[in-house]
Structures are given as structure tokens and as C-alpha cells.
């Protein structure tokens, strides 16, 4: 499916019996397969289920270079699917989970599901080592505006620390390379979200193996919007997909029913 030049996964539900669809956005150097089994769950449970491939990523919007993609490209992108869908919900992971957040401001989703996501302007990411190592090892490649899909060794402590590892090349392999303008513009100057421009209601989904985004950054996200929060033992960041993830996403489901219904 192509929506405003975008490739977008849909999957109908079986049957339909909710009134809004939900929209799955995915976080850096991934893409809509990050959400096969959620689309599955929540197609089960009623819901019209549509997962986008942000701009760059083969078969949507061509870029020339990719390293200049910029934050406020990707947040059109959201946008501009999620209107086009009806009274959405939004969930996002990662990256996906601030342009969740920005979206959710613009507009007026029926609910916003935040799945470890980045943190927007004025909350600082206090990461650990890998993500100091990563920043100096492609510090001139982001200074240069360059495309990077790091090496394989930063990623299985990132992303994949809660992965077994004879998983890591299956996964290393469907990952692109994401721009380094989107990079530094979510470390500074940061994305400003306005809270009090945000009406839906608001679930954080946080991980305590995750060393992509730290649990002391997911508190004052939560802080921020003075909105729900679960959180979850033994999960990594790549909780949609890790082995156990029917718990977070039956629980999600709940949360749901019990503030939309």
C-alpha cells in the first residue's frame, strides 16, 4: 500500500470490530517488519493495522542522500499517513516513539503508545558506554552529514543485549543505514514537544535491560506528560519483537480497552 508516496504494511482485521486503526512507526535503522507481530496481535483484536517505512527505505519515498533526511521529514511522514487513517491510534518505538509524541501534538490521535521511545527537547539521554564508543567513532561521519548503519559489534549491545545471538545477523541484515541529520538533531537541538498541546491518552513502555533509552530517561519522559507507565523485567530495547513480547502487547491491548472504551 503507498500512502502520500510512503510504503505503509496494512493488515485487516479479522474481523473488524474496533472503530479506530492503529499505526505502528518504527524506530532508527528499522523498518515496518519490526511490526509483524504486533500487526498480527492487534488484527486478531479487531483493529485495521497499518505500519509505515519512513522515507529512505526501500520502496518509499526515494532520498537522494539519506544523511540529510531531517527529523521534521520523518515527523511529515507520521503525519501524513495518520491522517489518512481513521481516529488512529499511535504507536511508536524508539525514534518512533518522539515522532509519536510530536504527532500526537500536531494532531489529535485517539491514544499515543510510547515503546522505549527517544526523549524529546530539554530531557537529556544519559546513555552508557556504547553509546559514548559510538559517538566517537562516527563523530566525523555525522559531522559530515553522512548515512550510518553502525557495525554489528555496537548494535548486539544496543539493540540486540536481550536477543539470542544467533539472531543478530538475521536482524543486522534487514537493518538500513539512517541519517545522521535525524541523529544530532534529536541530541541537539532536540525535539520540542509541547505537553499541554497533547490531548490523548498516553502509555510509556519501558524495558530495565534496555541501554538504548535508560530507564532515568523514561521517568521524565513520563514526567513530562504525567501519563501511565509500564515496565517490564528482562526485556531490551527491541521489546516488540524479544522472546516473551506477548505480555507487553496484551497489556498494551488492555490499556487500550480500558481508556477508549
Known amino acids: 500500500m503507498n500512502i502520500s508516496g510512503l510504503k505503509v504494511n496494512f493488515k485487516q482485521a479479522s474481523p473488524k470490530t474496533k472503530d479506530s486503526d492503529i499505526l505502528f512507526v518504527h524506530g532508527m535503522w528499522a523498518g515496518a517488519w519490526m511490526w509483524a507481530n504486533y500487526m498480527d496481535f492487534f488484527t486478531r483484536k479487531g483493529y485495521d493495522c497499518y505500519a509505515l517505512d519512513l522515507r529512505g527505505r526501500p520502496g518509499s519515498i526515494p532520498v537522494n542522500d539519506c544523511g540529510k533526511i531531517s527529523i521534521n521529514d520523518y515527523v511529515s511522514d507520521v503525519k501524513a499517513v495518520a491522517e489518512s487513517l481513521t ?26 503508545v510510547l515503546i522505549g521511545p527517544a526523549p524529546p527537547a530539554g530531557i537529556l539521554m544519559v546513555g552508557g558506554w556504547v553509546h559514548l564508543a559510538m559517538g566517537i567513532y562516527y563523530g566525523f561521519d555525522i559531522l559530515m552529514g553522512k548515512s550510518i548503519l553502525p557495525h554489528l559489534f555496537f548494535l548486539r549491545h544496543l539493540l540486540m543485549n536481550n536477543v539470542p545471538e544467533n539472531l543478530h545477523d538475521l536482524i543486522y541484515e534487514k537493518l538500513v543505514a539512517e541519517s545522521s541529520r535525524v541523529a544530532r538533531e534529536i541530541l541537539f537541538p ?40 509500564m ?31
Not at 92 to 104: D, E, F, I, N, R
Not at 243 to 261: F, R
Open 190 to 229: 532536540g525535539v520540542s514537544v509541547d505537553a499541554n498541546q497533547i490531548t490523548c491518552p498516553i502509555l510509556v513502555i519501558a524495558s530495565d535491560q534496555d541501554q538504548a533509552t535508560p530507564i532515568s530517561t523514561i521517568q521524565r519522559i513520563v514526567a513530562k506528560y504525567n501519563c501511565d507507565l
Open 87 to 112: 481516529d488512529p491510534i499511535i504507536i511508536g518505538h524508539s525514534m518512533g516513539g518522539l515522532l509519536t509524541q510530536k504527532v500526537s501534538e500536531l494532531m489529535s490521535p485517539k491514544a499515543a
Open 231 to 261: 515496565t517490564y523485567r528482562q526485556f531490551g530495547h527491541l521489546i516488540i519483537s524479544e522472546s516473551g513480547w506477548e505480555k507487553p502487547v496484551q497489556d498494551i491491548s488492555k490499556w487500550l480497552d480500558t481508556h477508549l472504551n
